[in-house]
Every structure is written in structure tokens, then in C-alpha cells.
């Protein structure tokens, strides 16, 4: 299969807490990217993660990337229920694989 | 980031008929890609559109099944040949926004049902 893995593959929290997605993939990258997917409408482009970086953060989220181990996380904190939705990472150079997806779903 | 607009945005179709989904970007890009996306699953890429040349696939992909036609830099359509309820399925064409940004954005999709 050409996809990386991502787990949990579904998560449900209550609002205010954290939200933590892992990924891993097979081949080597430039970067990984997180993406999010409201009800199968088009994707949001969340955050990027260069291959020469370790951890990086934007408002609520912080993403962190092990080369070593193929493998990285998204973590949302103080999370809202707008932040309901699919969550992908997608790895690879200018071309790239999408992992299996998280669904989170905050409850009020 | 590039603006993305895909036509159609729904269709249902008969079985055995072909569709054909067109994307067009709103700036002049170098790499457009298609992907699937299987009702309950993730994407997965079917091919790359190539720019004055045939299109690179993707393992599982055909250019029998899925021609793919990209006659300039801001525009590229996918088909969907002889179609089967087994591509029902959300179509995603994206852009490569270059190696500054290093990103992918994303068209809203053309949801496929086939009957």
C-alpha cells in the first residue's frame, strides 16, 4: 500500500482537553504536512514540518517529526468542537502519500 | 496559495458511462495531481498531471481507466472511463505550490456516485 499509517484512527475527547495524532511513513521526505477534512468536504492545509526540523508550532498545534524513526505527531491543544473533523498527515518530497487519517470528535 | 475550483462538484452517473472532471488553478503551476478518495478513507494519489506530456500513474492506475489530459499550466482533466460503482469516490486534483512554500493545496472535490 502506498499510504502511511496514522493512529489512533478515531479519537474522542472532551472540549478542552488534548488532541494527540501520530504518523508514520515509509519513504524518505522533504517534509510532512497536516491537513484537515470537515464531513469529506476539501482539505485545509494545517502545518508543515521540514525533514531538518524537530518540533514546530502554530497557535494550538505543535507537530513533531523523527526521521530516524519515520514517524511524527500532531498535538491540538485546549481543543475547541469546531476542531471535529478527519485529520491526515501527508508525507514525501513534491509528490505526496496521505496517511490512513485520525477522526477526532470534541464534545461539548 | 493557489486558488483550486473543480467542475463538476457532484455527478451521478450510470453505470458504463465515462465523467469527465476538470481543475482549474487560478496561477500557472508546474505539478497538478489527482487523488481518490474512497468514501470513508484517505486519499491516495492516482497520477501525476504532466504538462505538454503523457501523465505519470501510480500503482493500480491505468491510463485506460483514468486518462488524464493537462494542455497547459493552469488547467488539467481527469476522466473516469466506463465507470462501475467501485469509483464512487471523491476526486481531488491539487497543485504543488513550488519548493518556497513546499506545500499541496487542494481542490473542494467532485463527489462520484455511480449507480
Known amino acids: 500500500s502506498q499510504q502511511g499509517e496514522e493512529d489512533p484512527q478515531a479519537l474522542s475527547i472532551q472540549e478542552g482537553e488534548n488532541a494527540t495524532m501520530n504518523c508514520s511513513y515509509k519513504t524518505s521526505i522533504n517534509n510532512l504536512q497536516w491537513y484537515r477534512q470537515n464531513s469529506g468536504r476539501g482539505l485545509v492545509h494545517l502545518i508543515l514540518i521540514r525533514s531538518n526540523e524537530r518540533e514546530k508550532h502554530s497557535g494550538r498545534l505543535r507537530v513533531t517529526l523523527d526521521t530516524s524513526k519515520k514517524s511524527g505527531s500532531l498535538l491540538i491543544t485546549a481543543s475547541r468542537a469546531a476542531d471535529t473533523a478527519s485529520y491526515f498527515c501527508?508525507?514525501?518530497?513534491?509528490?505526496?502519500?496521505f496517511g490512513t487519517g485520525t477522526r477526532l470528535k470534541v464534545l461539548a | 496559495s493557489a486558488v483550486i475550483s473543480q467542475k463538476p462538484s457532484r455527478d451521478i452517473c450510470q453505470r458504463g458511462t465515462s465523467l469527465t472532471i476538470q481543475c482549474q488553478v487560478d496561477?500557472?503551476?508546474?505539478?497538478m495531481f489527482w487523488y481518490r478518495q474512497q468514501p470513508g478513507q484517505s486519499l491516495t494519489l492516482i497520477a501525476t498531471?504532466?504538462?505538454?506530456?503523457?501523465?505519470?500513474?501510480e500503482s493500480g492506475f491505468v491510463i485506460d481507466k483514468f486518462p488524464i489530459s493537462r494542455p497547459n499550466l493552469t488547467f488539467s482533466t481527469l476522466t473516469v472511463s466506463n465507470m462501475s460503482p467501485e469509483d464512487s469516490s471523491i476526486y481531488l486534483c491539487?497543485?504543488?505550490?513550488?519548493?518556497?512554500?513546499?506545500?499541496?493545496?487542494f481542490g473542494p472535490g467532485t463527489r462520484l456516485t455511480v449507480l
Open positions: 491539487s497543485v504543488y505550490s513550488g519548493a518556497r512554500t513546499d506545500t499541496q493545496y
Open positions: 501527508a508525507s514525501g518530497t513534491y509528490k505526496y502519500i
Open positions: 498531471a504532466n504538462q505538454g506530456s503523457e501523465a505519470t500513474y
Open positions: 496561477s500557472q503551476v508546474t505539478m
